[in-house]
Nanobody, 111 residues
Framework: QVQFVESGGGLVQPGGSLTLSCAAS?????MGWYRQAPGKQRELIAR???????NYADSVKGRFTISRDNAKNTVYLQMNSLNSGDTAVYFC????????WGKGTLVTVSS
């Protein structure tokens, strides 16, 4: 079973940027970044096929960019123009997701 380790979260001011990383323990196919805000369900916000086709949720389109390094089994999420609505725990997983999730990385957008 592939395992995921997310990193790169932190506290950032509104309008700021962060880049998240996700290291997978094995070869991965279509990957997604998900997030779970307090009191809300986990949602898919970005996905990328192994062939680099991408899709984004409307809430992050134009602000977030997903990328991957297949040789390193690593996926990235560049996040720009962050706002308070982006505060959440961010996870990576395949799409559709495997049963096993990583611990996620917390992103807090606040002044």
């Amino acid at each position: 079973q592939v395992q995921f380790v997310e990193s790169g979260g932190g506290l950032v001011q509104p309008g700021g940027s962060l880049t998240l990383s996700c290291a997978a323990s094995g070869i991965i196919g279509t990957m997604g970044w998900y997030r779970q805000a307090p009191g809300k369900q986990r949602e898919l916000i970005a996905r990328m096929t192994r062939g680099s086709v991408t899709n984004y949720a409307d809430s992050v389109k134009g602000r977030f960019t997903i990328s991957r390094d297949n040789a390193k089994n690593t996926v990235y999420l560049q996040m720009n123009s962050l706002n308070s609505g982006d505060t959440a725990v961010y996870f990576c997983n395949t799409n559709p997701p495997l049963a096993q999730w990583g611990k996620g990385t917390l992103v807090t957008v606040s002044s």
